[in-house]
């Protein structure tokens, strides 16, 4: 495949928008249906549909931060990043994040 460069300036590959353009149309989605920023994505892969996202918010704010409540949605986008679906598949203290 060959590069070439979007509208924004960002290298894409023909056919496509880049990985970052990717997270970022995936987050900026999830941010607008859910009113939740992303804290971090922790998953991004090409699947048969498009692509899928696993991303950690903060969806409740506690002191001491170990104890705020984090949620891991999965995210799924067409090959252009559109947001075709999300849904929260675990939720968890941040501590206890590596725990299942």
Sequence with gaps: MADTHDETGEKTTVGGPSPAALLR????????????????????????????????????ARVPETMSLLGLYEITLDP?????????????????????
């Excluded at 922790?42 to 969806?59: N, Y």
């Excluded at 939720?91 to 994040?97: H, I, T």
């Design 25 to 60: 149309a995936g987050c900026d989605q999830l941010t607008e249906l859910t009113g939740v920023r992303p804290e971090s994505v922790v998953r991004f892969q090409r699947t048969d549909d498009g692509w899928l996202l696993e991303a950690e918010v903060v969806e409740v």
């Design 80 to 100: 252009d990043g559109l947001l075709t679906g999300y849904r929260r598949v675990r939720r968890y203290e941040r501590a206890r994040g590596e725990r299942r």
